[in-house]
Structure formats: structure tokens, C-alpha cells
């Protein structure tokens, strides 16, 4: 309980200073619907009690009067706050979700390769986007305080319908009259009370076992639902293997389990549920006898029966609801926790430190190895080198023989498991890792272009000069299809409404037109030309040292004979840096450089 209090506690202290005025709002419009509720109940007792006595119409007309009014400033102060609050709410949820947007940018990029981390985001943001999410808690949120309210209220009024005592001292009735009865009925609301404390331990554990054991499902359910069936990508290959049964398969695999866990929770909830109500209607009962004996006795006036009729059907009320929509909340304060959590994870962009890495700078690896999380194999392992500036480094070797792991730890994407990464003779710290990553212009092989325009492709920021967009598109031979597109650099590529499909070579070509336009030091091309024409391919090559200018360069290619165009060849396999050398130096070497490319160029001889 004193957990769940203080993780409520964390909860809105988050929300206020996400949007300051929203618990005020929200507590505000609580107390006024309360008030709201409350007002026609004395109200009719007033009424009543003024009929029976007899008074003059002028003061009925009057009492009347003055009802209206409060009930038009209560509702009306009501409708403006929960008006006020709505938007606030608004405010609050696009505040959280770009929370979440923004963190995961910013998160070490092996950190979102993490299982864990997935299922921690998964968690965070059904913390406040699923089941109505933020919207829903900010309701049962207004809920509770009205039931807080409602129960201050009505336990006030039961306090001074207990304290009224008639004249009647005989008997039964004489027994209900007395302070003892009193205490007796109070002990029946404390116990009451308490059932509804076992009822919201168990909604609680119900609720949150259910959550946990969703999260996971819930992300790979959405990996088959979104990512696969509906992504423009995966599309064709879904169509073209017949993928869909699979598909659906493990959809309906992950659904069944949740199913599973939602019956077993909502069975639960049920028999809690069926409890309260069975006890409530209890109570309820027997309070109203009770008010009936307060009234028969003579100790209140026959109007207030009305008054606190009423009462005792809200406080029921609010003791019965109360634990559920206490549970609830703290349920979703808990799931709103997981989003604290995630926002706790370490970020790049804090505690970074700047690094140097200049045209001229030279980077060395040394004994450097690493792991992926989980994986008992090294995909590098103890590797040492030197790459010198302004020269064209080519990397080679088979799949899987780690390539693209360099290259991500080069651009400090990931920190080395073992060993260290030097500029200058420096060691390269994990607080430079961040400062890292925007010295190189990288093109990968699963390279991404956004929906927007293609200029906003290849600058990333506003406001950039349209001469060196052209210029940068011209070197990377996009110019041809530039001519042709319908708003120049201004035309929209992807989803965006009106956005055209580009090719995989053409979009392949704006990548390195983006790394190149990024100016960075040095350029690293993973698979450049896979995707090109031969024509374009060989214009790349033969024209490298324009494209590149007096960078130094990277290469991972798999056609071999881009290698003749480097000064420099490392050859790798099994996560270790096997051979090095010059084009001519290696085929003059017995090993898998000669294999590779007397393999391929045997194969072109055989072709032609
Ligand atoms: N995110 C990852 N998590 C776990 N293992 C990975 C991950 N990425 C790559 N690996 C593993 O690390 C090894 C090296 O992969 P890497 O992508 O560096 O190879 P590569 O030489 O670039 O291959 P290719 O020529 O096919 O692109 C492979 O065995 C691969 O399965």
C-alpha cells in the first residue's frame, strides 16, 4: 500500500510538471460534481420540511430561486473546468508520447536492440496510449477525488444524523436513537471498508499480473499485426512466399495466450466484483431502515429523509466503487511507471563528451572485441588496426564475417565488449560514444529515408541552401531523375500525401547524396552500390575520388572488383581480420582474398 501510494505520488508529480494545471483542474471539477450532486438532495429536504411547515409562497418561491442558482454556478464552474481539463488532458498525452519519441532517439542504439528494453518501451507507452491510456486515468483519477469528496461529505452528515436523538426512549426503536447504535453502524461502514481493501488487493494483483504477462505478447503480436502485415516493405515478400498463414499463425498463437490471461483476470475481477455488489445492496438496506427509524422516532424532520436517503445510497456507493477505482488507478500508475522507468534509462545526449576526429585524424583499433547482448560468440574478436586518413579502405569477407559490427562500432553505435577504439592515439571514452556518431557520413545497407521531402531527406534540418542539395545529388548521379521529378528537391518521397516511389537504386542514391551533404570527415559506404545499375555502379567507382573529394573513406562491398579502386583492403572471417594489403599485394597472397575474387571473376569469365 505505502508503495503503491508512493509510486502514485511519483505518477502525478510527472504529470504536473508535464502540464502544471491538471491536477487542479481535475481536483476542482471533482469537488464542484460532487457539490453538483449533493445541491437537489438538501434542496428537496429544505422544500419538504418548508411544505410541512406551512411557510408563506413567497419564501418557497425564493428557496427555489436560490436552488437554481447554485446549480448553475456549480454546473456551469464545472463545465468550465472539465472543459479546461479535457484539453489539458490533450496536452498532456502528445506531451508523454514525445517523452517516449524523444528518449528512444536519444538511447544508446544498442540499448534499442534489447529485448528488454523493447518490452520496457512496449510497457511504457501502454502505460498512457492503450485502454484509453492517459485520457482513462486522468477520468477514474477525477473519479476517485469525487469519491473522496463524496465520502467526506456523506460521513459528515452521517456524524450529524447519528448526533439528532427524538424523544422516544423505549425499546427497539429507543435502542436506535442512542449513541451505541451509532457505533454499531460505524462499525458496520469500518468493516465495509475493509472488505474493500481486500477487494482492491485483489483487483490490484489480478490487474497487474495481467499487464506483465501482456507486455511481451502484446509487442510480438504487434511485430506480426503492424510491422509485417501491414508495412509497405515487408509486403511483397509476405505475397510472394505466402507468408500470411505464418503469419496469422503466430498472431493467433500470441492472441490466444493473451486471451488466455484476460479470461483468467476478468474471471477474477468478476467474482470480486459479484462480492461487492452483494454486500453493498446489504448495506444499503440497512442504512435505509435505519434513516426510517431516525425519521419515525422524530429525531430528524420527515424532509431530510431525502437528504440522507441520498447520502447513504452515495457513500455506498462511493465504499463499494472506491476499491475499484482505486485499483484501477494504481494500476495505471503503475503502468505509468514503466514510462518513469523508461525516461530513467540513461541518455546519450546528457552526460556526453566531445570528441575530435579530423580529416587527418587516425583511428585505431586495438585488440578490440565484441559481443552482442546475449550472444555467447564474439562477432569480432580481438581485432587490431589502423586506418590512415584521405585513403580508400575497402573491408571484405563473407556473411556474417563482421563487416557491418566495425563499422556500427567505429561510429561508436556500440561500445567495444573488450579493448578500445583510439583517434589520435586517444582512447575513445563511452561518454564520447554519442559525440561520435555525427563524424562519419554513413550510408548502411538497410538505410531508411523518411516521409518528407527530398531535400529534408538529405539535409535532416530546415533551412539548408537548395545549391548544395543539387550539388551533393548530382556527385551521388541522381541528377538524371531529379530532372524528372515534379517539385525538384521539394517533392515528396514516401507515405506523405502525394509522395512519389523511388526506386531501390534511386533511393540508395540519395543515401549517399545525405552522407555526402553531412560534410563529415570521413565517409563510410556499407554495400554502396548493391542496389545500382552497372552503369551507375561503375560511374560511383571510377568517379570516387570526386564523390568522396579529399575524405578519407570506407568501403564494404562485395563486389570484388570495387576493390581495385582502394588503396587499402582488409579481409575478414569469422569475426577476425584475417588479411591486409593492397589489391595487388592480396591476390598475390594464398588466401580467401585470391578465393573471393578469382571465384568471381571466374564466374564473369564463364558468363561471357
Ligand atoms: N543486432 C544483432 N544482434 C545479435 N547478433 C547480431 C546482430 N547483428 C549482427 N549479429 C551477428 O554478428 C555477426 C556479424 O554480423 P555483421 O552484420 O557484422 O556481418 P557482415 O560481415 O556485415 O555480414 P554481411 O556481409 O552479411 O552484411 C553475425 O553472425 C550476425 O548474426
Request: proline fraction near 2%; charge should be negative; glycine fraction near 6%.
Amino acid at each position: 500500500m505505502k508503495a503503491q501510494l508512493q509510486e502514485a505520488w511519483t505518477i502525478l508529480r510527472l504529470i504536473h510538471k508535464q502540464r502544471p494545471y491538471v491536477i487542479f483542474y481535475g481536483f476542482s471539477a471533482s469537488l464542484l460534481k460532487t457539490i453538483t450532486a449533493y445541491l437537489p438532495l438538501w434542496f428537496t429536504s429544505i422544500l419538504i420540511n418548508l411544505f410541512l411547515a406551512k411557510t408563506d409562497t413567497q419564501s418557497l418561491f425564493l428557496s427555489v430561486l436560490l436552488f437554481a442558482c447554485c446549480m448553475l454556478l456549480s454546473e456551469g464552474g464545472q463545465y468550465v473546468l472539465e472543459y479546461r481539463l479535457n484539453i489539458a488532458v490533450k496536452e498532456l498525452e502528445l506531451g508523454l508520447e514525445k517523452n517516449i519519441s524523444e528518449k528512444a532517439m536519444y538511447l544508446s542504439y544498442d540499448k534499442l536492440e534489447d529485448k528488454d528494453t523493447l518490452d520496457l518501451i512496449e510497457k511504457a507507452k501502454a502505460g498512457f496510449m492503450q485502454n484509453g491510456g492517459i485520457q482513462v486515468m486522468m477520468a477514474q483519477f477525477s473519479a476517485l477525488l469525487e469519491i473522496c469528496c463524496t465520502m467526506v461529505i456523506s460521513f459528515g452528515l452521517l456524524l450529524y444524523l447519528l448526533s439528532c436523538h427524538g424523544t422516544n426512549k423505549e425499546g427497539i426503536l429507543g435502542f436506535m436513537d442512542t449513541f451505541w447504535a451509532g457505533l454499531v453502524l460505524l462499525m458496520l461502514l469500518y468493516g465495509y471498508a475493509l472488505f474493500g481493501k481486500y477487494l482492491s488487493k485483489g483487483f490490484s494483483k489480478a490487474g497487474m499480473k495481467f499487464f506483465d504477462q501482456n507486455a511481451k505478447l502484446s509487442r510480438e503480436n504487434n511485430y506480426y499485426s503492424s510491422e509485417v502485415a501491414l508495412n509497405q516493405k515487408m509486403a511483397k515478400d509476405v505475397r510472394l512466399f505466402q507468408m500470411q498463414d505464418t503469419v496469422l499463425e503466430e498472431m493467433a498463437q500470441r492472441q490466444q495466450n493473451s486471451l488466455k490471461y484476460f479470461t483468467i483476470f476478468n474471471h477474477r475481477i468478476a467474482m470480486l466484483f459479484s462480492e461487492s455488489v452483494f454486500l453493498g445492496n446489504m448495506m444499503n438496506g440497512f442504512f435505509y431502515m435505519f434513516v426510517i427509524l431516525k425519521v419515525y422516532v422524530k429525531s430528524i424532520p420527515v424532509g431530510d429523509f431525502v437528504t440522507y436517503a441520498g447520502t447513504i445510497t452515495k457513500l455506498n456507493d462511493a465504499i463499494s466503487t472506491f476499491p475499484i477505482i482505486y485499483t484501477d488507478l494504481m494500476m495505471l500508475f503503475h503502468y505509468m511507471s514503466y514510462y518513469n522507468t523508461f525516461l530513467q534509462l540513461a541518455d546519450q545526449k546528457e552526460d556526453s563528451d566531445e570528441i575530435s576526429l579530423q580529416e587527418d585524424s587516425v583511428i585505431t583499433f586495438d585488440h578490440v572485441t565484441y559481443a552482442y547482448p546475449g550472444s555467447n560468440q564474439p562477432a569480432l574478436h580481438d581485432v587490431s588496426l589502423t586506418l590512415e586518413p584521405h585513403k580508400k579502405t575497402a573491408i571484405v569477407g563473407l556473411n556474417g564475417a563482421g563487416k557491418t559490427t566495425l563499422i556500427k562500432l567505429l561510429c561508436g553505435l556500440y561500445e567495444p565488449s573488450e579493448g578500445t577504439i583510439r583517434i589520435d592515439g586517444k582512447p575513445v571514452t563511452a561518454k564520447q560514444l554519442s559525440a561520435l556518431q555525427n563524424k562519419f557520413g554513413v550510408v548502411f545497407q538497410d538505410f531508411a529515408l523518411f516521409a518528407g521531402t527530398l531535400k529534408e531527406n538529405i539535409t535532416c534540418t530546415p533551412n539548408e541552401k537548395d545549391e548544395a542539395i543539387r550539388d551533393v545529388l548530382n556527385r551521388s548521379g541522381f541528377a538524371k531523375r531529379l530532372a524528372t521529378l515534379p517539385d525538384d528537391i521539394h517533392t515528396m518521397l514516401g507515405v506523405q500525401e502525394n509522395g512519389i516511389q523511388l526506386s531501390g537504386g534511386e533511393a540508395q542514391k540519395v543515401a549517399i547524396a545525405r552522407a555526402l551533404y553531412a560534410d563529415r570527415p570521413w565517409i563510410i559506404l556499407d554495400e554502396p552500390t548493391a542496389a545500382l545499375d552497372p552503369l551507375s555502379e561503375i560511374e560511383i567507382y571510377t568517379h570516387l575520388n570526386e564523390l568522396i573529394q579529399n575524405k578519407s573513406a570506407i568501403y564494404i562491398s562485395h563486389r570484388m572488383s570495387s576493390c581495385q579502386f582502394c588503396d587499402d583492403i582488409l579481409v575478414f572471417e569469422h569475426g577476425n581480420l584475417i588479411q591486409r594489403g593492397s589489391h595487388a599485394q592480396l591476390l598475390q597472397q594464398d588466401g580467401l582474398y585470391q578465393q573471393l575474387w578469382t571465384a568471381q571473376a571466374a564466374y564473369f569469365q564463364e558468363a561471357s
